[in-house]
Protein backbone atom coordinates (compact mmCIF):
# COMPACT_ATOMS: atom_id res chain seq x y z
CA UNK A 1 0.00 0.00 0.00
CA UNK A 2 1.27 3.25 -0.95
CA UNK A 3 1.52 6.38 1.09
CA UNK A 4 0.77 9.86 -0.27
CA UNK A 5 2.95 12.52 0.25
CA UNK A 6 1.50 16.06 1.10
CA UNK A 7 3.63 18.76 0.76
CA UNK A 8 4.12 20.48 4.18
CA UNK A 9 2.38 17.68 5.76
CA UNK A 10 4.48 17.34 9.36
CA UNK A 11 3.95 16.50 12.56
CA UNK A 12 6.07 18.80 14.00
CA UNK A 13 9.18 18.96 16.19
CA UNK A 14 9.25 16.42 19.02
CA UNK A 15 8.98 17.73 22.76
CA UNK A 16 12.85 18.14 24.20
CA UNK A 17 13.55 19.23 27.63
CA UNK A 18 16.76 21.04 27.53
CA UNK A 19 18.65 21.64 30.61
CA UNK A 20 21.57 24.31 30.60
CA UNK A 21 24.88 24.13 32.82
CA UNK A 22 27.37 26.61 32.51
CA UNK A 23 30.77 24.53 31.96
CA UNK A 24 34.21 25.25 31.25
CA UNK A 25 36.49 24.81 27.90
CA UNK A 26 36.98 21.20 28.45
CA UNK A 27 33.92 20.55 27.22
CA UNK A 28 34.70 22.10 23.75
CA UNK A 29 36.72 19.29 22.13
CA UNK A 30 33.00 17.67 22.14
CA UNK A 31 31.87 20.01 19.54
CA UNK A 32 35.07 21.60 18.25
CA UNK A 33 35.10 19.39 15.04
CA UNK A 34 31.15 20.61 13.84
CA UNK A 35 31.82 23.55 13.74
CA UNK A 36 32.72 25.35 10.61
CA UNK A 37 35.77 27.66 12.31
CA UNK A 38 38.95 27.41 13.54
CA UNK A 39 38.70 24.96 16.35
CA UNK A 40 39.92 27.67 19.02
CA UNK A 41 37.78 28.99 21.93
CA UNK A 42 38.66 32.58 23.11
CA UNK A 43 40.06 31.65 26.61
CA UNK A 44 38.08 34.75 27.73
CA UNK A 45 34.53 32.81 26.92
CA UNK A 46 31.91 32.27 29.17
CA UNK A 47 30.78 28.40 28.06
CA UNK A 48 27.66 26.90 28.34
CA UNK A 49 25.96 23.26 27.46
CA UNK A 50 22.63 22.29 26.67
CA UNK A 51 21.92 18.24 27.94
CA UNK A 52 18.90 16.41 26.83
CA UNK A 53 18.47 13.12 29.32
CA UNK A 54 22.01 14.18 30.53
CA UNK A 55 23.54 14.06 26.72
CA UNK A 56 25.17 16.86 25.88
CA UNK A 57 23.68 18.06 22.86
CA UNK A 58 24.27 21.97 22.26
CA UNK A 59 27.57 24.28 23.10
CA UNK A 60 27.61 28.06 22.90
CA UNK A 61 30.35 30.53 24.47
CA UNK A 62 29.72 33.93 24.93
CA UNK A 63 32.54 37.37 25.68
CA UNK A 64 32.32 40.42 26.34
CA UNK A 65 33.97 42.72 23.75
CA UNK A 66 34.88 46.43 25.55
CA UNK A 67 36.39 47.58 22.46
CA UNK A 68 33.77 46.97 19.62
CA UNK A 69 31.62 49.94 18.52
CA UNK A 70 28.45 48.71 20.27
CA UNK A 71 30.03 47.46 23.78
CA UNK A 72 28.47 44.16 24.97
CA UNK A 73 28.31 40.41 25.22
CA UNK A 74 28.82 38.63 22.04
CA UNK A 75 28.01 35.14 21.40
CA UNK A 76 31.10 33.31 20.10
CA UNK A 77 30.74 29.65 18.97
CA UNK A 78 27.14 27.64 18.88
CA UNK A 79 27.49 24.26 18.23
CA UNK A 80 24.41 21.52 17.82
CA UNK A 81 25.66 18.03 17.49
CA UNK A 82 24.34 16.56 14.21
CA UNK A 83 21.51 14.42 15.46
CA UNK A 84 20.04 17.52 17.04
CA UNK A 85 19.88 20.00 14.67
CA UNK A 86 16.73 21.37 13.37
CA UNK A 87 15.03 20.81 17.28
CA UNK A 88 15.39 24.08 17.92
CA UNK A 89 18.04 23.23 20.75
CA UNK A 90 20.44 25.68 19.85
CA UNK A 91 17.73 28.87 19.74
CA UNK A 92 16.53 27.63 23.57
CA UNK A 93 20.17 27.48 24.54
CA UNK A 94 21.42 31.02 23.18
CA UNK A 95 17.90 32.29 24.70
CA UNK A 96 18.34 30.93 27.91
CA UNK A 97 22.06 32.62 28.00
CA UNK A 98 20.75 35.88 26.37
CA UNK A 99 18.26 36.19 29.33
CA UNK A 100 21.02 35.43 31.83
CA UNK A 101 23.77 38.22 30.11
CA UNK A 102 21.28 41.22 29.36
CA UNK A 103 21.07 41.65 33.12
CA UNK A 104 24.74 42.57 33.17
CA UNK A 105 26.70 45.91 32.61
CA UNK A 106 26.31 46.89 29.43
CA UNK A 107 22.95 45.12 29.00
CA UNK A 108 23.99 44.36 25.24
CA UNK A 109 23.86 41.13 23.91
CA UNK A 110 24.41 40.11 20.18
CA UNK A 111 24.75 36.92 18.06
CA UNK A 112 26.44 36.90 14.74
CA UNK A 113 25.40 34.20 12.15
CA UNK A 114 26.59 32.75 8.66
CA UNK A 115 24.18 30.21 8.88
CA UNK A 116 21.29 31.05 6.70
CA UNK A 117 19.11 28.72 8.81
CA UNK A 118 20.12 30.23 12.04
CA UNK A 119 19.30 33.52 10.72
CA UNK A 120 16.09 32.94 9.69
CA UNK A 121 15.21 31.19 13.41
CA UNK A 122 16.12 34.74 15.10
CA UNK A 123 14.69 36.55 11.82
CA UNK A 124 11.11 34.84 12.96
CA UNK A 125 11.73 35.07 16.63
CA UNK A 126 10.11 38.05 19.02
CA UNK A 127 13.29 37.83 21.12
CA UNK A 128 15.61 39.07 18.37
CA UNK A 129 16.20 42.26 16.87
CA UNK A 130 18.07 42.08 13.43
CA UNK A 131 20.78 45.33 13.90
CA UNK A 132 22.60 44.04 10.70
CA UNK A 133 21.73 42.33 7.36
CA UNK A 134 22.50 39.40 5.95
CA UNK A 135 25.53 40.93 3.59
CA UNK A 136 29.00 41.21 3.28
CA UNK A 137 31.09 41.89 6.29
CA UNK A 138 32.12 45.26 5.50
CA UNK A 139 30.16 48.25 6.99
CA UNK A 140 29.81 49.73 3.45
CA UNK A 141 26.88 47.53 2.53
CA UNK A 142 24.71 47.67 4.89
CA UNK A 143 21.14 47.51 3.04
CA UNK A 144 18.21 47.19 5.69
CA UNK A 145 17.01 43.82 3.90
CA UNK A 146 15.81 41.39 5.63
CA UNK A 147 17.62 38.19 6.31
CA UNK A 148 14.96 36.06 4.44
CA UNK A 149 15.61 38.13 1.27
CA UNK A 150 19.56 39.04 1.12
CA UNK A 151 19.48 34.92 1.87
CA UNK A 152 17.47 34.56 -1.49
CA UNK A 153 19.10 37.14 -3.71
CA UNK A 154 22.79 35.88 -2.23
CA UNK A 155 22.54 32.12 -2.24
CA UNK A 156 23.21 29.37 -0.13
CA UNK A 157 26.36 28.98 -1.44
CA UNK A 158 27.87 32.20 -0.88
CA UNK A 159 26.52 31.73 2.66
CA UNK A 160 28.87 28.33 2.68
CA UNK A 161 31.93 29.87 1.67
CA UNK A 162 31.17 32.64 4.46
CA UNK A 163 30.51 35.61 2.40
CA UNK A 164 27.35 36.66 4.21
CA UNK A 165 26.64 37.32 7.99
CA UNK A 166 23.80 38.66 9.96
CA UNK A 167 23.98 39.84 13.37
CA UNK A 168 20.86 39.90 16.12
CA UNK A 169 20.47 41.77 19.46
CA UNK A 170 18.52 39.96 21.96
CA UNK A 171 15.01 42.17 22.93
CA UNK A 172 14.34 39.79 25.26
CA UNK A 173 10.34 39.04 25.99
Known amino acids: MAVAFRWRERTGR ?8 Q ?3 ATWPTFAPHHYLTRDLNPSAACFVGEVDGTPVAFVAIRYQPMSSVPGWMFHR ?12 ALRLVEFVAREY ?9 MPTRHPGLARSFERS ?14 RNQARKTPRTAIAERGTAAAARGEITA ?6 P
Request: charged residues 20%; hydrophobic residues 35%; positive net charge.
Open 102 to 110: QQREPHRVR
Open 167 to 172: TFEWVG
Open 78 to 89: LVTLPEWQGLGV
Open 126 to 139: PLWRCVRSMGPSTR
Open 23 to 25: STS
Open 14 to 21: PAVRLDVF
